[in-house]
């Protein structure tokens, strides 16, 4: 980061709590391209800004800590609902913890005392601390439950409240350390980024087994559906039998991205063990042959079984068959979402992943870790950062059009997906965007296919570099080390 502002951040803070405070802040100066330096002690002239009990010697930023706070997450609480305090901060109403009422700061002409405590919140929110505890707790391994989150309960999913934070320090630079601001961009001087991914649950869905069973529960089922199973019998018999071809349809996935000008990532299982035989596709070597004239250059991920996330072995065997087939794999996303923040990443740190893009909720799309931006996440019983980069999830298709999480229609996913657009251009922040290759089906997904490709090119037009999840992550690494 030799090409950013060097920042003094002075930490007046109880030893087991500094490794905690310098994550967040840490986080924070990357999101803002700025290169920390930090002190730990009570005083440092030069320091430009302070976290600890506020001091009696002036800092330009002054950020209060309440030592009950290395308390509190050393006693592995929730955080009580009712605590929850909200200030509005440019039309956001944003969340604080640890922090009393009132403003969120006062200004000066030359310094900004801050009352609320970013950097705790920030570290609540950065390491899922409600999952965390909930998951010592001995709770069943698997999806999270979203309505068990602080983000569902206090109705702020959809807001970046990490990112947030982070324009709240912003503004406050720009009133008292001027010199510090630096406009966020991306590759190329991108005033945003988009990333673009899809899940390869299925290879070839549409194997004749797989369809007669379609054609003759539409069949069985007309008296109670007449419309929609005429209109399926129909459409599958003359789609799959007549121009249905799974390879035709993955190509041309890959080119259109490619008259695009954009990139994305494949994620694509290897197990062994599905209990529907069509997802077992990394055994078959016609299946294997296709996969790598495809994908031979492109960012190829692990899309891991619900298993692989929580069993060391079994990870590094479905990494095994993957890079068997010639692919430097540094990327995984577990199916079904199935994780465990701290348990899953400590495995993928074992197993050399470089990044993973699992962190977002299966009901409803918006930001789990409290951020859009690519973070490390953090062992909370090593008191450090893991060394996989997260780069969070932010927007599923199944989650927009499910009847179980969103159920939306092609015009309110579309402007959802316009706000959220027009949201990451705001804070010139990120957008993860996860399609997998069936719902381009225009028989099952009608429309959908297409709100993929109009997205794209809205984004495009708006300014934000699309790519692959592999080289947001190279740019990260450029910042952080």
């Keep these: 980061m030799e090409r950013y502002p060097n920042i003094n951040i002075l930490l007046n803070l109880p030893q087991r709590y500094l490794p905690k405070a310098e994550f967040v802040l840490r986080t924070y100066c990357y999101i803002l391209r700025l290169n920390p330096t930090f002190i730990y002690d009570t005083h440092f002239e030069a320091a430009h800004l302070y976290y600890g009990p506020l001091p009696d010697r002036e800092y330009p930023i002054r950020v209060p800590f309440d030592p009950d706070t290395a308390d509190f997450f050393e006693r592995q609480e929730l955080y009580p609902l009712e605590e929850v305090n909200f200030c509005k901060f440019r039309g956001n109403h944003v969340p604080f913890l640890f922090s009393k009422g009132g403003s969120i700061f006062s200004l000066t002409a030359d310094s900004c005392v801050f009352r609320k405590d970013i950097i705790a919140s920030g570290f609540y929110f950065l390491t899922c601390w409600h999952e965390y505890v909930f998951s010592e707790k001995g709770l069943p391994r698997g999806r999270v439950d979203f309505k068990e989150s602080l983000q569902y309960r206090w109705d702020f999913t959809e807001t970046p409240v990490v990112d947030i934070y982070c324009q709240i320090l912003r503004y406050t630079m720009q009133k008292v350390l001027p010199e510090f601001v630096r406009d966020i961009s991306w590759r190329n001087e991108h005033k945003f980024a988009i990333s673009l991914s899809h899940d390869i649950d299925y290879w070839d869905f549409w194997d004749s087994e797989s369809l ?64 529907d035989p069509r997802q077992n596709y990394i055994q078959k070597l016609g299946v294997k042959e296709e996969i790598i004239d495809l994908l031979g250059q492109e960012d190829v991920g692990l899309h891991g079984s619900p298993e692989s996330a929580f069993d060391l072995e079994i990870l590094k065997a479905e990494l095994a068959r993957l890079r068997a087939l010639g692919f430097a794999v540094m990327g995984y996303r577990t199916h079904y979402l199935h994780f465990d923040y701290q348990k899953s990443f400590g495995l993928l740190e074992e197993a050399g992943i470089k990044y993973d893009s699992t962190l977002g909720y299966w009901e409803s799309i918006g930001f789990r870790a409290g951020t859009s931006f690519p973070f490390y ?49 705001h804070f010139q922040s990120h957008l993860t965007l996860l399609w997998h290759n069936t719902t381009f089906d225009p028989i099952d997904y009608p429309l959908w296919g297409r709100l993929y490709w109009k997205t794209i090119r809205h984004a495009l037009n708006e300014g934000a570099w699309v790519t692959a999840l592999n080289e947001i992550y190279e740019e990260w690494v450029n910042l952080s080390y």
Aim: net charge positive.
């Design 212 to 275: 007669q069973k379609t054609l003759k529960y539409n069949l069985d089922s007309f008296w109670e559906r007449p419309v929609n199973a005429i209109y399926k019998y129909l459409g599958h018999t003359l789609h799959k039998k007549l121009s249905y071809n799974h390879f035709k349809q993955l190509y041309n996935i890959y080119r259109k991205e490619q008259d695009l000008g954009v990139k994305s990532t494949w994620f694509v299982m290897a197990g062994q063990d599905f209990e």
């Design 377 to 425: 996440p953090f062992n909370i019983k090593e008191n450090r950062p893991f060394r996989v980069l997260e780069i969070p999830l932010i927007v599923m298709d199944t989650t927009l059009l499910s009847a179980k999480a969103m159920n939306m229609n092609y015009l309110s996913a579309k402007s959802t997906l316009r706000r959220l657009i027009k949201v990451a251009a």
